[in-house]
């Protein structure tokens, strides 16, 4: 095969590999993202100097076992968290035409049909032949777009152009074919899959990257500790040491004071490692564990259909949930059903699907609502669905313009039909929307039974006709209709058009005004309801008028210059003076409680893009219905240009309309920027003057990242309040969150169904996978996975900021009660000569706001860092004076002095245990027994623990040599003055503490300060209001029934698809 000119091109195997680790790779990279913590780093050294014999004062397996400890878990934890594209050469249909499904690829999950060049299929299943088959096959290198292909086929001395539409991808499956052959063009990574997979990279927690940044900080607080400690035993050992020799004899290796002080250094530097303990790694790991083990036991986000759970993939990223500020969403199968329904139409000025009771007053469809008997009609699908009976009856009644209504949508199409069976018709359609026209038309008398390249034969009310198709005029994303040109069994040539009532609308006769106003009324409210409308007219043709019309069709079919827009131009010829029928409305049903949970994902400042292979009308529409965009908004941006000039024209009229300075070199971004020429940079936020949205397509946005306009984009984007992104390709949506990655220092959330979503849940920070109808993939490489949407708001607002406030509280705390107890080292040094909850799960669905302190990182950061270290340097002053106070020149009652060393270790000892276990008592929000039990019984548990290891019959007896404070225990608990020592630091540690968080909240409150407020003001938690149905006021028609694609047109009318079957017909209106 050569491919792009190359004479010769190495098929690579077709082996493909999602997962990040292996048996052979597992432990050297796992070790190497472990080591990049750098308190895992920071061991590793200190396990190194343990092992010198003349600077550690600790045994070297007290480290060790800790940091294999630690290693282990995390390992194991690590390790539990973690086809071809081919040329079609021919199939088992007629004129080996093949469907496909393409989920996996781009969402869609209505067939597609591709169909394999004529020299090839006449191989058929002769195994003879296609063994023989050397054909040569040059071709695109491989590339990620999935949209294009082109290459050349020699074969016998001929040359054939290829293209997509006979290129089979991987990902794509086969139905209602059974069996084809191919040539593999693309293997294993050179797939269009592959090429459009994202790589598999390492997330790390925001507060990951604090810990280490932090654990810097405090490597140097400890280097200048050790350095002050070590010239304080310089001095001394100068000054007063030398009285000392006698009983602490300088060893060989020490030869003066200074050699002396370099050893006690790293001696502190061993001693005082407990200021990041490793036991801080394994709390964390411990944590994320059991806030994962929450997740996947929430029982209100199981869904009982599907018998799924939701589960979290991995336990590393459980507080970043708490901090999402940006979330990327795919819309088929994420937002909606992928279900397209007929919902209601308008025929003549009348609305049908509107259901009412005897008394006038409307009713909203439910299940319980009586549905339409279509037992009239053999043919009609079962699994359609209908309400309004006053359709059915205008239909019975013969009604002549409801029947032509659903005649021209039973012609209007480019659908195939197949009967295997009798009776039993299945629809091919390119679009679901087209397959949920002719099947609303089948049901209700105007049945699509079979059609040949120029002939459609419809069941009307149970008599068969065939109409002579004369010419499709098919949809373009210019056009934004598709026409039809048939001749009637009465010998009447009839042009049926459906489309966009903006363009529809331009080419109706002028005696239709009247009859447009009600219509134009009635898609109002179709698309106040977030239904999908098109509008279906109809034109009676001259025979004289087509015959001339036809001749200039087939010369402009011929031409080789400017071919698509001469033939749109002769389209525009026929499609006027048209005479409106009516308009039709479907539904691509939204899943459960979506509008709902977006509300609340807004209230919480979440920010909402859609990123869809989909067409741009569709997915606004959607965004109107699920309420990423209202009508309330200030407008709408679309930026649509195909090139680089175009795109920025249209950016900076964007940007303008939001914040007319942002143009301006005065702006406080644009001087910011300036003074940051290395990239990259952080992007600010930005307000807007008002509330937009923005749409973009891919091909616009292909510019804007290609043409260096993404800081344009991005400012843009993110001053809106919604974004919808079409027509992308998996590949775009990755790069679009890894520009916002790049230039915001946020949290992004990536969340979808299909392997097309797999790019963009790879690059995000955090990768949710739907279970839904594309396959596994998504699930696959995610970080969390659930059933529903409406999930996402308990997984964020709840579980997310639960796990977000748990780690910063443990964080906390965890490093003040470290300061607290090493810093007594540290002045206990100056003496010995230098040796060495919150509120609970339905406040926080009632108010998202609460979410907002995790999107700014305000319970754990560097200033929060200070904060504790502060408070851990007065507590260790307070813990070693204190006590030192109250025992100084003391004796018991016995007259024996109390001022000893073991009797002062164990009084500070206890009152260490007793402040840090009050200050976690003032830091829980909600307490339970189990709260109470491992609270208050680790303090008796440390009194037992005292007597177990020092008392008379202890381990002091048994280990006399390690365990070496024989009776201190006993003699220290009867001693007033260790309760009076404890009383004392409790106090004067706890009381500042408390103060503070008083006075916090009155003198420097934060916006969620209020909500708390609020919530503490009311009596009663509050119940979620009963929902109704969504209602979308305002007047906006965006979305129409069609493909973002051609349909079947050119296969059609090419004669191509029936040919085995159907025999060949002399035309007179064919050449």
């Known amino acids: ?61 007290t480290t060790v076992i800790p940091l294999i400890v630690v290693l282990s878990i995390t390992a194991v934890k690590d390790a539990i968290d973690d086809l071809a594209d081919i040329l079609l050469l021919s199939s088992s249909e007629p004129y080996s035409m093949t469907y496909i499904e393409t989920a996996e690829l781009d969402g869609e999950t209505n067939l597609k049909v591709k169909q394999a060049i004529q020299v090839t299929s006449e191989m058929e299943n002769d195994l003879s032949l296609l063994s023989a088959f050397d054909g040569e096959v040059r071709c695109d290198a491989p590339n990620n777009k999935l949209g294009r292909f082109t290459g050349v086929l020699t074969y016998k001395g001929k040359n054939y152009l290829l293209d997509l539409d006979k290129l089979l991808l991987r990902g794509c499956i086969i139905r209602n074919t059974d069996w084809c052959y191919g040539l593999v063009i693309y293997t294993g990574p050179d797939t269009k899959l592959m090429q459009n997979s994202g790589k598999s990279s390492f997330k790390r927690t925001h507060i990951d990257h604090l810990m280490n940044v932090l654990v810097v900080w405090i490597f140097l607080f400890l280097g200048c500790m050790c350095f002050i400690l070590a010239i304080g035993h310089s001095i001394w050992e100068s000054k007063r040491g030398y009285y000392f020799q006698s009983i602490l004899p300088w060893k060989d290796y020490v030869s003066s004071s200074f050699v002396s002080a370099i050893l006690i250094f790293w001696s502190y530097f061993i001693i005082l490692n407990t200021m990041v303990p490793i036991s801080l790694y394994v709390s964390v790991e411990i944590i994320r564990l059991g806030n ?17 759970p939701a589960q979290a993939c991995t336990t590393t990223l459980n507080e970043e949930l708490g901090q999402v500020k940006y979330l990327f969403s795919d819309k088929t199968g994420t937002l909606t059903k992928n279900i397209m329904v007929f919902n209601k139409c308008s025929i003549n000025g009348t609305l049908y699907g509107t259901v009412y009771d005897r008394y006038g007053q409307r009713v909203e469809v439910s299940e319980k609502t009586e549905k339409v008997n279509f037992s009239y009609n053999k043919l009609a699908d079962p699994k359609f669905s209908f309400y309004d009976k006053t359709l059915v009856d205008a239909v019975k009644r013969r009604d002549p313009c409801v029947h032509l209504f659903f005649r021209s949508l039973a012609l209007c199409h480019t659908v195939m039909a197949e009967e295997k069976v009798e009776g039993e018709l299945v629809y091919q359609a390119q679009s679901p929307d087209e397959g949920a026209l002719v099947t609303a038309a089948r049901n209700f008398g105007f049945v699509l039974r079979s059609r040949s390249p120029e002939t459609i034969t419809v069941v009307e009310m149970g008599k068969t006709k065939v109409y002579h198709l004369l010419a499709i005029l098919d949809f373009s994303n210019v056009r934004k209709r ?20 903006t363009i529809l609308c331009q080419l109706l006769l002028p005696s239709c005004t009247p009859l447009r106003d009600v219509t134009m009324e009635h898609l109002d409210e179709f698309a106040s309801e977030g239904l999908r409308t098109l509008v279906v007219a109809y034109r009676e043709l001259d025979k004289s008028f087509f015959h001339a019309w036809y001749r200039k069709h087939s010369e402009v079919c011929l031409s080789l210059e400017d071919r698509e827009s001469k033939i749109s131009s002769v389209y525009e010829e026929v499609e006027k003076d048209l005479t409106l029928l009516g308009a039709t409305a479907i539904e691509d049903k939204l899943q459960d409680e979506v509008p709902q949970t977006i509300k609340m994902l807004n209230k919480a400042k979440i920010r909402i893009w859609v990123l869809t292979g989909d067409k741009q009308e569709t997915a606004v529409n959607i965004a109107y219905a699920s309420n990423i965009f209202e009508d309330e908004m200030d407008g709408l941006l679309f930026v649509e240009g195909k090139d680089d000039e175009t795109v920025e024209k249209e950016l900076r009229s964007a940007l303008y309309k939001m914040k007319p300075e942002s143009l301006l070199e005065s702006d406080p971004v644009n001087r910011y920027l300036a003074t940051k020429p290395k990239m990259p940079v952080r992007i600010p936020e930005e307000e807007p003057s008002g509330n937009y949205g923005l749409i973009i397509n891919g091909y616009s946005l292909a510019c804007a990242l290609e043409g260096n306009l993404e800081l344009e984009l991005l400012r843009a984007a993110c001053m809106c309040k919604g974004v919808i992104c079409c027509r992308m390709t998996p590949l775009q949506k990755a790069q679009v969150v890894e520009l916002v990655k790049k230039y915001k220092k946020v949290v992004t959330l990536a969340i979808g169904d299909g392997a097309n979503d797999v790019g963009m849940i790879k690059a995000a920070h955090i990768g949710v996978g739907i279970s839904g109808q594309e396959g596994m993939q998504a699930m696959l490489n995610s970080d969390f996975t659930f059933s529903q949407f409406c999930y996402l708001q308990r997984l964020l607002l709840v579980h997310g900021r639960w796990s977000y406030n748990r780690m910063c509280k443990f964080l906390s705390y965890f490093f003040y009660k470290n300061f607290a107890f090493t810093l007594l080292h540290f002045w206990y040094s100056f003496y010995n000569g230098f040796s060495a909850q919150d509120v609970n799960e339905t406040w926080s669905l009632r108010f998202p706001e609460l979410y907002e302190p995790g999107q700014l990182n305000l319970y754990f950061n560097k200033k929060e860092f200070l904060k504790c270290l502060v408070h851990g340097i007065y507590s260790s002053f307070v813990l070693f004076f204190i006590p030192m106070g109250t025992i100084f020149n003391s004796v018991r009652s016995d007259g024996k002095e109390i001022s000893d060393y073991q009797s002062f270790s164990l009084i500070v000892q206890t009152s260490l245990l007793w402040v840090v276990t009050m200050q976690i008592a003032l830091e829980t929000t909600y307490w339970t027994m189990i709260n109470h039990l491992f609270t208050w019984g680790s303090l008796g548990f440390y009194f037992c623990i005292l007597f177990f290891l020092y008392s008379d019959d202890g381990l002091c007896v048994i280990l006399p040599n390690i365990f070496q404070f024989l009776g201190v225990t006993k003699n220290t608990l009867n001693v007033p003055q260790l309760w009076l020592s404890i009383m004392l630091s409790v106090l004067l540690c706890v009381l500042p503490a408390i103060g503070y968080q008083f006075l916090k909240p009155l003198l420097w409150p934060l916006s969620v300060d209020k909500v708390f407020d609020t919530i503490h003001g009311m009596r009663h938690p509050l119940t979620f209001p009963v929902r109704s149905k969504l209602k979308i006021t305002g007047s906006r028609r965006s979305a129409y029934a069609f493909s973002h694609k051609q349909g079947f047109g050119p296969l059609i009318t090419s004669g191509m698809f029936m040919k085995s079957k159907w025999p060949k017909k002399n035309s007179p209106y064919r050449k």
């Open 1 to 61: 095969m050569d491919v792009a000119g190359m004479d010769v091109c190495v098929a690579t195997d077709n082996t493909i590999k999602t997962s990040k680790y292996n048996v052979f790779n597992f432990l050297p990279m796992n070790l190497f993202e472990q080591f990049q913590r750098l308190a895992n780093a920071y061991f590793l050294v200190l396990l190194i100097l343990q092992l010198i014999p003349q600077i550690s004062s600790l045994a070297w397996y």
């Open 292 to 308: 994962s083990f929450y997740i996947n036991w929430d029982q209100k986000m199981f869904y009982a259909p599907k018998n799924t």
């Open 482 to 501: 598709m026409s039809v040109i048939v001749k009637t069994p009465e010998d009447r040539i009839m042009l049926f058009c459906k489309g966009a009532d």
